[in-house]
């Protein structure tokens, strides 16, 4: 099967290096040139437009910063959708909007094509050794025919039903992800002013009923000082964004969401779109004037688990 990828930032370019070296025949493409041309330096081809990358390969995957930019990426001129013809596959592993995979899945269909959404969760750190995990929505007989390919990019295979369901989950996932963030940071203050270890205060968190894997990592760069989570302030904003709609579509009347998206916004603004997401706890520094430090924390993560051929689950 011939695989083409369009986005090699944080997490794109992690999950294609796994596809090369698994020896796939791979074509991929990014807005910065740069990023493309280390991927093709491991032994990847360049497209030239998304349209070119899509009459080339069996499988379009997209990885992409946002819904807006994706539906560009399908429908501009010289993009995938006018690539497209008889039995290829797109798969979605952007996190987007449900809604907008529907919409687009019917412009592939016209090509007589097929749609998945399979976006990835589990950290950078694990999507680097192919142990990501990853959600899958879509006609169970397409996921079945590219599940050799998924199971070389994760570790944890769901196929979690119809086409937008695992697109749901994921902004789901990383919504409890945002919330637990916000709430490890004012753990550790509270641990801190109360005259705490920190170190011992992370040990005693995680053997806990308040464990998280949210604790298990992201406490970590917190508590070096880097905040390097591989994942940035704005991308938060647009998931938590995400659920928002989620939420009210589905009139739901949420309490805690609202906070968590008003929170990650003013960090936003203050520290900037690109900052390190983990930054968020920083609000509280600054507010206590007080550093959330301890000794023997990595300033990046990594995954320590060697790298497995995936399954479903």
């Known amino acids: 099967m011939k695989i083409g990828f369009i986005g090699l930032g944080n997490v794109g370019g992690k999950l294609v290096k796994s ?6 025949d791979l074509t991929v493409l990014d807005i910065d040139l740069n990023l493309a041309k280390k991927i093709s330096s491991l032994g990847a081809s360049i497209a030239k437009n998304p349209k070119d990358l899509a009459e080339k390969v069996d499988l379009i ?30 798969l979605e592993m952007s996190t987007t909007d449900d809604s907008e995979v529907k919409r687009l899945s019917k412009l592939v269909a016209n090509k007589a094509a097929f749609s998945l959404d399979g976006p ?18 879509g006609k169970r007989e397409i996921f079945e025919k590219i599940l ?10 769901l196929y979690t039903g119809k086409l937008g369901s695992a697109s749901v989950l994921k902004v789901i996932t990383n919504y409890l992800a945002s919330a637990n963030l916000v709430s490890i940071g004012e753990a ?7 005259g705490l270890d920190l170190k011992t205060t992370y040990k005693a968190i995680k053997i806990s009923s308040g464990n998280s894997f949210v604790h298990e990592t992201e406490s970590q760069v917190i508590l070096n000082g880097s905040y390097n989570i591989n994942f940035t302030m704005d991308l938060v904003v647009k998931d938590t964004g995400l659920f928002e709609n989620l939420s009210n579509k589905h ?32 609000r509280l ?18 995954d320590s688990e060697p790298e497995k051929k995936g399954y479903e689950i």
Do not use: Q
Not at 69 to 89: P, Q, T, W, Y
Not at 128 to 136: A, E, K, M, P
Not at 148 to 157: D, N
Not at 188 to 194: D, L, S
């Open 19 to 24: 596809l090369i070296r698994n020896k796939f």
């Open 61 to 90: 995957i997209t990885c992409l910063p946002s819904p807006k930019i994706c539906a560009e990426v399908m429908e501009k001129k010289d993009g995938i959708i006018n690539g497209l013809s008889k039995n290829k596959i797109w």
């Open 120 to 137: 990835v969760s589990g950290g950078c750190h694990r999507a680097v050794t192919g142990n990501i995990s990853i959600f899958v929505g």
């Open 148 to 157: 050799p390919v998924l199971t070389v990019m994760g570790k944890e295979i």
């Open 188 to 194: 550790f203050m509270v641990a801190k002013k109360a």
């Open 251 to 282: 009139n739901v009347p949420l309490e805690v969401s609202p906070i968590i998206f008003k929170i990650f916004k003013e960090g936003e603004k203050k520290y900037g779109p690109r900052a390190w997401s983990s930054m968020i706890v920083k």
């Open 285 to 302: 520094e600054d507010a206590c004037k007080v550093d959330l430090r301890a000794e023997s924390f990595p300033s990046e993560l990594i």
